[in-house]
């Protein structure tokens, strides 16, 4: 069930100066869409300078945690949110199934997959071959079908085949949409589960999650009391709170960044 979702400035200016009193934040957050504006060539993506600030002053904040949580492989995150070698700032990719955090570097598990994922990375590659603006991103655990430039019919026919590709080579893989795109993926991990690992790992006792798509519904849901729970641009959200782009979550973050420094 969709809970009701706030748009309020005030209200939502009014959540974020209460998490800023947590004794230890987790900032979460998901990366396309989010603090960066949807390209069409997905390796293109940087975050908005604003954006850029406030993580960098969050993370340098006491007691504060900052994350990015993303669908993307680890090494694609890391280079699409321009990590610095001493960066303070954690990443989960794969939708929580792979980390890179500070003061431990990678955690990445051996694809046992690795085999089927490759053969059914070609066939799907071999289905849309001809379909205009259609095209596979290969991804540590799976892959996914991004159709943003293709026409519709032809990209809805590509999906359907794909789909039954791999319910019936994969039955087990873990089936997700979002914009524009169709991923599958052997390993089960979500948002929510990277979230989780989080927040158990830093002891954070208020967490702030924003993100703009189907698969970080599964985080907003998993919010606890006294987290604060942000859904970017459109769409039926479990949300509290709602902004209208990238720009403004990067203008709220600002202000996050202010009152966690007791600026």
């Known amino acids: 069930m969709t809970a009701p979702t706030f748009t309020s400035r005030a209200g939502l200016e009014a959540a974020v100066d209460r998490a800023a009193k947590a004794r230890h934040l987790l900032v979460a957050l998901d990366f ?36 990015l949580v993303s669908g993307r492989t680890l090494e694609h995150l890391a ?3 321009e990590r610095d070698p001493d960066s303070r700032i954690h990443l989960a990719g794969s939708h929580g199934a792979e980390f890179w955090h500070p003061d431990a570097g990678s955690e990445q598990d051996s694809d046992d997959d690795a085999e089927l994922r490759d ?27 991004h159709t943003r430039l293709a026409e519709p019919a032809a990209a809805a026919e590509a999906a359907a085949r794909i789909d039954e590709l791999v319910r019936v080579e994969a039955p087990t893989w873990r089936r997700r949409t979002g914009q524009d795109i169709l991923e599958f993926a052997s390993r089960h991990e979500g948002k929510d589960s990277a979230v989780r690992s989080l927040r158990e790992r830093v002891g954070a006792d208020v967490v702030v999650f924003a993100g703009d798509d189907v698969t970080d519904e599964d985080a907003l849901r998993s919010l606890e009391a006294g987290d604060v729970g942000i859904r970017v641009g459109g769409g039926e959200t479990v949300a509290e709170y709602r902004v209208a782009d ?18």
């Open 119 to 145: 053969a059914l990375t070609a066939r799907a590659e071999a289905i849309i071959e001809g379909v205009e603006g259609a095209w596979i991103e290969h991804k540590r655990f799976g892959f996914g079908l």
């Open 79 to 81: 280079e699409i949110s």
């Open 246 to 263: 990238a720009a403004a979550l990067a203008v709220l973050l600002g202000r996050l960044a202010e009152s966690r420094a007791g600026e």
């Open 32 to 67: 396309d869409g989010t603090l960066a504006p949807l390209v069409d060539e997905p390796m293109s993506a940087r975050m908005l300078p604003a954006a850029r600030d406030a993580l960098a002053r969050l993370s340098h904040a006491p007691a504060t945690t900052v994350a």
